[in-house]
């Protein structure tokens, strides 16, 4: 019984399922960042066209799945123009300063305890949480640029560099 119940569920394939790839496609367009709305959209478009969900990720294992939608804004973003990429870090680099700087002036010492400090801690460390992503995001497309640099055997300068946040 079990082994009938093994073989009605799709396996998920080794390599990205060209029809996943397809709509995966067509919900990016020319976007190379994905982000959970994208992912659901994936999910959505799939079961609307009838095919198993498994077929939206690929993998080895279930802990080495990657989301097909993942590799579709790899290869997006491997086909954008160096300075659209530039403008996007730019653009990440300062919704990180703004956060920051917001994160830091309504920071008051005389505050720590009292009444509504848990909510100002969550507060904080909600956007602290949200400059670490922006930062996972800017350091993937430093790692395009200077992925770039090295095929082309120059050393890429005048480049923002990584935020630490």
């Given at each position: 019984?079990?082994?009938?119940?093994?073989?009605?569920?799709?396996?998920?394939?080794?390599?990205?399922?060209?029809?996943?790839?397809k709509i995966a496609r067509k919900?990016?367009?020319?976007?190379?960042?994905?982000?959970?709305?994208?992912?659901?959209?994936?999910?959505?478009?799939?079961?609307?066209?009838?095919?198993?969900?498994?077929?939206?990720?690929?993998?080895?294992?279930?802990?080495?799945?990657?989301?097909?939608?993942?590799?579709?804004?790899?290869?997006?973003?491997?086909?954008?123009?160096?300075?659209?990429?530039?403008?996007?870090?730019?653009?990440?680099?300062?919704?990180?300063?703004?956060?920051?700087?917001?994160?830091?002036?309504?920071?008051?010492?005389?505050?720590?305890?009292?009444?509504?400090?848990?909510?100002?801690?969550?507060?904080?460390?909600?956007?602290?949480?949200?400059?670490?992503?922006?930062?996972?995001?800017?350091?993937?497309?430093?790692?395009?640029?200077?992925?770039?640099?090295?095929?082309?055997?120059?050393?890429?300068?005048?480049?923002?560099?990584?935020?630490?946040?």
């Amino acid at each position: 019984m079990q082994d009938e119940a093994q073989s009605l569920t799709p396996r998920r394939p080794l390599e990205p399922h060209p029809d996943a790839m397809k709509i995966a496609r067509k919900i990016l367009g020319a976007r190379f960042e994905a982000d959970h709305k994208d992912g659901n959209a994936m999910l959505a478009a799939a079961r609307e066209q009838g095919m198993p969900v498994e077929f939206t990720f690929f993998g080895p294992t279930s802990m080495h799945a990657k989301r097909v939608i993942e590799v579709a804004a790899d290869e997006n973003l491997r086909a954008a123009p160096q300075t659209r990429i530039k403008q996007r870090i730019k653009s990440l680099q300062g919704k990180v300063g703004a956060s920051l700087a917001a994160s830091v002036s309504s920071f008051d010492p005389t505050r720590l305890g009292g009444r509504g400090a848990a909510g100002r801690q969550r507060d904080r460390a909600r956007a602290s949480e949200g400059r670490g992503l922006l930062g996972l995001r800017l350091e993937r497309l430093q790692a395009e640029l200077d992925r770039r640099a090295a095929a082309n055997g120059t050393p890429e300068s005048g480049t923002p560099g990584s935020v630490k946040c």
